[in-house]
Nanobody
Framework: QVQLVESGGGLVQAGGSLGLSCAAS????????MGWFRQAPGKEREFVAA????????SYVDFVKGRFTISRDNAKNTVYLQMNSLNPEDTAVYYC???????????????????WGQGTQVTVSS
């Protein structure tokens, strides 16, 4: 059974930075893409970033490009999301997700992910 455990959320002022981590267990981590999504109150879950199993390919939603960086350490079975220049619109619960199929690049579609973490709250104050 795949398990994903996020950490690193919290409260930060606008313009500040936060780093999220997601530790995975239960299968060969490096074979699967990973993604980060977020859900703000009253809104649907939305794609933030994805990374391939090897870490060589990444993709981002437009509104985080240049501010957020997704990375992974396959030796530690961990994926990261470094968030800089945060603004109040970034306030949400952030979820990491593990791809369903091996050796496929991460997608922006939630259905392509088979496992989800419990979420970690990120709050950006103005």
């Amino acid at each position: 059974q795949v398990q994903l455990v996020e950490s690193g959320g919290g409260l930060v002022q606008a313009g500040g930075s936060l780093g999220l981590s997601c530790a995975a267990s239960g299968r060969t981590f490096s074979n699967y893409a990973m993604g980060w999504f977020r859900q703000a109150p009253g809104k649907e879950r939305e794609f933030v970033a994805a990374i391939s199993g090897s870490g060589s390919s990444t993709s981002y939603v437009d509104f985080v490009k240049g501010r957020f960086t997704i990375s992974r350490d396959n030796a530690k079975n961990t994926v990261y999301l470094q968030m800089n220049s945060l603004n109040p619109e970034d306030t949400a619960v952030y979820y990491c997700a593990a791809g369903r199929r091996p050796f496929v690049m991460g997608s922006r579609f939630p259905d392509e992910y088979g496992y989800w973490g419990q979420g970690t709250q990120v709050t950006v104050s103005s």
